[in-house]
């Protein structure tokens, strides 16, 4: 007879079993992402802080900290940073999930 062994949650399963611990992971996680996206926007764009914060007609200290992970950016900085990389946003409910294309 083989013996089934229940499988052990992992640590960031464990922490998440908490909601409140899971919905400070889950916003670091957004806050992430979107500063990894636009550090790689202006990577592959080869742009500085200062010639996006111009071109998209925001502060560099907005860029800056969007840059470095500090700040989640508001709807409209997020748009304008998308508009000047010429990216579409589409944001959608799907299955009871927000759901975010670019």
């Keep these: 007879m083989k013996t089934i062994k229940k499988k052990r949650l992992s640590t960031y399963d464990e922490m998440c079993l908490d909601p409140k611990v899971k919905k400070d992971l889950d916003s670091g996680y957004k806050e992430l992402i979107i500063s990894e996206l636009i550090l790689a926007l202006m ?21 800056q900290e ?8 508001n709807m409209k900085t997020f748009f ?13 409910k799907k299955n009871g999930q927000v759901m975010a294309t670019i």
């Excluded at 742009?47 to 925001?58: K, N, Q, T």
């Excluded at 969007?66 to 950016?73: A, Q, R, S, V």
């Design 66 to 73: 969007l840059k470095t992970k500090n700040k989640l950016p």
């Design 43 to 63: 990577q592959e764009n080869h742009i500085s802080v200062r010639m996006l914060a111009m071109e998209a007609g925001l502060s560099p200290t907005t860029i």
């Design 80 to 92: 304008k940073i998308m508009d000047h990389f010429n990216l579409k946003v589409s944001i959608q």
